[in-house]
């Protein structure tokens, strides 16, 4: 229904939108919640959501895990999605969810590379890539952090990152690797000449966190908000419409590093993450307590640090084969 000055209201996907944007949730997120609950919409004959309820949340969500037997992180994924859509768009509770079928959740031991293997996997790499792919080892960060590194969180004095708003909302000290702090270093620098181009040229802005944009109206130009990863090129903010330099896309450094584990003849199923599981594992091996790995890796339980415990290079559990 039309308001009284001739404007339709937003549509339901757009009111979406706008309430992702206020709560300054991902791009990432925001594409994603808005898959799901157009998924939800078609399996309800797109019927509006307002006329449906706790029946029809549980009905899809049971399809999901029954049907197209998605697996529990993606059935969680879609929950979260309708859930936001119900509280935060159409002010209404969404429910108990007490009939819902959840998705099996698999038990998985993660994946590790040895010592010998990363090193052949970093050797098979060269220049920015490889300085990205021995921070995810060497200081166990996520992609995204990696990603989203920026000048001022980079400490040579005190051989240190700091990783801000991490999984969480979390900010976390991890080690600078030694052997890439002078290439780091000569990067960096590198970066700041493109940097100073790029204002010369009437760019040279970067997206802000939150609403740190409207504080400090002039940050988004200081060198030391830039990204110390920044794109090749500069591109239009697909929410603001501002061109400016954003950082590296994910998929570049997961290719480059997927491509380096097949030509060092890796046959492990590995990526970008398994760099992570890799780094947590080797410092338990060299002994460290389990706590300081938990507040390397940014763990908020530390039930999910104790799964490297299980992949120590112990073999099978610890068992000596009777083979032997």
Same mark, same amino acid.
């Given at each position: 229904?039309?308001?009284?000055?001739? =404007?339709?209201?937003?549509?339901?996907?757009?009111? +979406?939108?706008?309430?992702?944007?206020?709560? =300054?949730?991902?791009? *990432?997120?925001?594409?994603?919640?808005?898959?799901?609950?157009?998924?939800?919409?078609?399996?309800?004959?797109?019927?509006?959501?307002?006329?449906?309820?706790?029946?029809?949340?549980?009905?899809?969500?049971?399809?999901?895990?029954?049907?197209?037997?998605?697996?529990?992180?993606?059935?969680?994924?879609?929950? $979260?999605?309708?859930?936001?859509?119900?509280?935060?768009?159409?002010?209404?509770?969404?429910?108990?969810?007490?009939?819902?079928?959840?998705?099996?959740?698999?038990?998985?031991?993660?994946?590790?590379?040895?010592?010998?293997?990363?090193?052949?996997?970093?050797?098979?790499? #060269?220049?920015?890539?490889?300085?990205?792919?021995?921070?995810?080892?060497?200081?166990?960060?996520?992609? #995204?952090? $990696?990603?989203?590194?920026?000048?001022?969180?980079?400490?040579? &004095?005190?051989?240190?990152?700091?990783?801000? &708003?991490?999984?969480?909302?979390?900010?976390?000290?991890?080690?600078?690797? =030694?052997?890439?702090?002078?290439?780091?270093?000569? =990067?960096?620098? #590198?970066? *700041?000449?493109?940097?100073?181009?790029?204002?010369?040229?009437?760019?040279?802005?970067?997206?802000?966190?939150?609403?740190?944009?409207?504080?400090?109206?002039?940050?988004?130009?200081?060198? *030391?908000? /830039?990204?110390?990863?920044?794109?090749?090129?500069? #591109?239009?903010?697909?929410?603001?419409?501002?061109?400016?330099?954003?950082?590296?896309?994910?998929? +570049?450094? /997961?290719?480059?590093?997927?491509?380096?584990?097949?030509?060092?003849?890796?046959?492990?199923?590995?990526? $970008?993450?398994?760099?992570?599981?890799?780094?947590?594992?080797?410092?338990?091996?060299?002994?460290?307590?389990?706590?300081?790995?938990?507040?390397?890796?940014?763990?908020?339980? +530390?039930?999910?640090?104790?799964?490297?415990?299980? +992949?120590?290079?112990?073999?099978?559990?610890?068992?000596?084969?009777?083979?032997?």
């Amino acid at each position: 229904m039309a308001s009284n000055t001739g =404007h339709a209201p937003p549509r339901l996907l757009d009111q +979406v939108r706008n309430a992702i944007r206020t709560r =300054h949730y991902s791009l *990432k997120t925001e594409k994603c919640y808005i898959q799901w609950i157009r998924q939800y919409i078609f399996f309800h004959n797109k019927q509006h959501p307002e006329k449906l309820g706790e029946k029809e949340i549980t009905l899809f969500l049971n399809h999901l895990a029954v049907d197209r037997q998605v697996a529990s992180a993606t059935q969680n994924q879609a929950l $979260c999605a309708i859930v936001f859509l119900y509280k935060h768009v159409l002010y209404q509770e969404p429910g108990e969810f007490k009939n819902l079928i959840w998705a099996k959740q698999p038990v998985r031991t993660p994946t590790v590379l040895s010592r010998d293997e990363v090193k052949s996997v970093l050797l098979q790499m #060269s220049g920015t890539y490889q300085m990205m792919a021995t921070l995810l080892y060497g200081a166990g960060l996520r992609l #995204s952090e $990696c990603l989203r590194l920026r000048v001022k969180d980079v400490d040579f &004095d005190y051989n240190q990152l700091i990783i801000r &708003d991490s999984k969480g909302n979390k900010d976390r000290v991890v080690p600078l690797p =030694h052997t890439i702090k002078e290439r780091l270093n000569l =990067h960096i620098n #590198s970066v *700041k000449k493109q940097h100073e181009k790029d204002l010369q040229n009437g760019y040279g802005s970067v997206e802000m966190p939150f609403a740190l944009a409207r504080k400090y109206p002039n940050a988004e130009y200081a060198w *030391k908000w /830039q990204y110390v990863f920044p794109a090749r090129r500069i #591109s239009k903010d697909p929410r603001s419409g501002i061109e400016r330099r954003h950082h590296l896309y994910d998929t +570049v450094l /997961q290719k480059a590093v997927k491509t380096a584990i097949r030509k060092a003849g890796i046959t492990k199923h590995a990526g $970008c993450h398994t760099l992570r599981h890799s780094f947590a594992t080797h410092l338990l091996e060299d002994g460290y307590d389990i706590r300081t790995v938990q507040e390397l890796l940014g763990h908020k339980n +530390v039930n999910t640090t104790m799964i490297y415990t299980h +992949v120590l290079n112990k073999g099978g559990r610890g068992v000596v084969s009777p083979a032997d």
